[in-house]
């Protein structure tokens, strides 16, 4: 039987990304243009034409400013999840700081939404080599699975030794980790998901999907609501490199995924993580 895989949504607005932070101040968030509610529901649609459901890792900020978005993203039979409350990085972060973060966005999510919050993905992918206390903190609070590793070495983000295969990272506690998916090629770790996936064939998701599922493995893909909005506001002051990241292919990327959600089996984290 065919594997059901982790499909996730990181829902933030196109400014509180890794690549602008430089560039925008987190106080004037509020004066930006927010798109994140038209955005995702692109995202919604999509899921719903294709007859998906998947987990959407939310910023606590969105759902304090966007309640009803939280509440339709319930409606349609997905998963809301934690993605912390501001995209601060947990490697910038000690743990008592984490765990505020943490609560606060369970607070902003569950008011929301209404249902329990019982999966985390770190901003950036940022629990590493470098927060070895971040997993203790999350059982500490009650999260079921973490999905915020990346076992790859890359600029901004990765853990290159970690398991590329879902793992209980603490000895003494439940917590399941459930990496994003990497493909393996000739020995090396391809990063899939998200910019990745936008600016790459296809097929080397495809591929990766297919190489998991061969070992028996769910994929974990990940993409965020910005990447399907060609109408999005230009920083254009940031530097190049991110600015050729962030706004390349973002016109193909929504054909793009609806033909991907279809090649595949794909369904909310949680259940994922339950199952293993
Ligand atoms: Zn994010």
């Known amino acids: 039987m065919a594997v059901t895989n982790g499909l996730s949504v990181d829902i933030e607005e196109w400014f509180q990304v890794g690549a602008f932070e430089r ?46 978005l939280i509440r339709r993203i319930v409606a349609a039979g997905h998963e809301i999840a934690s993605h912390g409350w501001d995209h601060t990085r947990v490697f910038t972060m000690d743990a008592a700081a984490f765990r505020d973060d943490l609560r606060r966005a369970r607070i902003a999510l569950e008011d929301a939404g209404g249902v329990a919050v019982t999966g985390y993905r770190a901003p950036s992918f940022s629990i590493d080599a470098r927060t070895p206390w971040a997993h203790r903190v999350l059982a500490e609070e009650g999260y079921a699975y973490s999905s915020s590793v990346a076992p790859i070495a890359h600029d901004h983000y990765g853990w290159r030794d970690s398991p590329r295969y879902a793992w209980r990272p603490l000895a003494d506690a439940p917590l399941i980790e ?22 790459l ?34 920083v254009r002051h940031a530097p190049l490199r991110s600015k050729l990241r962030h706004y390349s292919r973002l016109g193909a990327m929504a054909g793009k995924l609806a033909a991907l959600v279809r090649r595949h089996r794909w369904g909310r984290i949680d259940a994922i993580a339950a199952a293993r």
């Open 23 to 68: 560039t925008i101040a987190r106080g004037d968030w509020d004066s930006l243009e927010s798109r994140v509610e038209h955005n995702t529901g692109l995202v919604l649609d999509l899921f719903a034409q294709a007859g998906v459901t998947g987990t959407f890792f939310t910023l606590g900020w969105v759902a304090a400013r966007h309640p009803a």
């Open 178 to 199: 459930l990496p994003v998916t990497v493909a393996e090629i000739a020995g090396r770790r391809l990063a899939t998901g998200g910019g990745f996936f936008r600016l």
């Open 201 to 234: 064939p296809a097929a080397l998701t495809d591929f990766a999907v297919r190489q998991v599922n061969g070992a028996g493995q769910p994929a974990i893909f990940y993409f965020h609501p910005w990447e399907v909005d060609p109408g999005q506001p230009r």
